[in-house]
């Protein structure tokens, strides 16, 4: 038996063929560039009857199909809101996909859910029963898995925990993506780092040499590790917020693991155990002992494998994640 897992991601769409044990059997990957709306749609479209044809190819057709979007699935209207893809505010993909699928069924979820399915399946949180993905790239959104099922909220928007609130006072800027995103994402280190720059006229280490304009988060871990004093600070700060949100999801959700994933880890990977010692001090005590952090097993594959994993749910028509049949 064979599944097809779909990655729509903001630059490229990543598509993998699975066999029902998590081995992969076909992959391929697609640019996403300047494509908008309907594009988009069909970019999908298309790899979905490509990868069909080369199942088919291989003498084994897929009997599902799971795809992973970078924002909210609307799983009772099977629409979706892709923030980075213009033109996606409310987009009818499912009907889309089964448009070309035939008889093969598709189910759609959010990217942060399937990093988290991804983990369990073939990654670093199997044999969990209660995980979470914190996923710090350009944003920052969390999959959740509680008692052995993901945790969705009354419209299907749970785990979106860049807009945590970790300190005060409220500022505008924070209006567009939350407090935790604006400071601690891949995008908001870039962005408070070119705050900074423009605050300190008499700064000269090792940003200087970069326009204002251009500074990244790869721009800053290059300098923390390069010893520079501004990046340091922004890099602690990072980890406090990183910290704090770690002792907020122990508290509340009494997880066993914390899986740190997405483009900044990577970079930040080392920074782990000072993240953990931050936790530790705003954390529920007993809760924060008993929990593991980690980082991502399956790295950029992660979507991927979670969209796979979905579309072998589909087939097995159960939701908890710990049926033997899906083992």
């Known amino acids: 038996m064979t599944v097809l897992g779909i990655d729509l991601g903001g630059t490229k769409l990543a598509a993998s063929i699975f066999s029902g044990e998590g081995n992969v059997l076909r992959s391929e990957n697609k640019a996403i560039g300047s494509l908008k709306r309907a594009e988009v749609g069909a970019l999908i479209s298309q790899v979905v009857l490509d990868m069909i044809g080369v199942s088919d190819s291989m003498g084994d057709r897929v009997k599902a199909i799971g795809v992973s979007v970078p924002g909210i699935s609307f799983s009772g209207k099977g629409t979706v809101w892709a923030p980075n893809i213009p033109g996606w505010e409310n987009y009818p993909l499912l009907d889309e996909l089964t448009g070309v699928s035939g008889d093969i069924p598709v189910t759609i979820d959010s990217d942060r859910a399937c990093y988290i399915l991804g983990e369990v399946w073939q990654g670093n949180a199997r044999g969990c029963r209660d995980a979470v993905f914190l996923a710090v790239g350009t944003g920052i959104g969390a999959g959740i898995l509680v008692d052995g099922r993901i945790l969705r909220g009354s419209s299907d928007i749970a785990g979106s925990v860049g807009w945590m609130a970790l300190n005060r006072p409220f500022d505008d800027r924070y209006s567009g993506c939350g407090f935790f995103e604006y400071h601690s994402s891949g995008e908001g280190i870039g962005k408070v ?135």
């Open 193 to 327: 780092a070119r705050q900074y720059l423009r605050e300190q006229e008499d700064y000269s280490g090792e940003l200087s040499s970069r326009r204002v304009e251009e500074i990244t988060s790869h721009d800053v871990f290059a300098a923390y590790h390069m010893n520079d004093p501004l990046a340091k600070k922004i890099i602690h700060e990072c980890v406090g917020y990183w910290g704090m949100a770690v002792a907020n999801l122990v508290s509340l959700l009494n997880p066993e693991k914390i899986i740190f994933g997405g483009g900044v880890f990577g970079p930040a990977k080392a920074l782990l155990p000072a993240i953990r010692e931050e936790a530790e001090k705003w954390a529920q005590p007993v809760s924060m002992k008993q929990v593991t952090l980690d980082t991502s097993g399956l790295g950029g594959d992660a979507g991927v494998y979670g969209a796979g994993y979905l579309a072998l749910k589909s087939i097995i028509g159960n939701n908890n994640l710990f049926d033997k049949n899906v083992q």
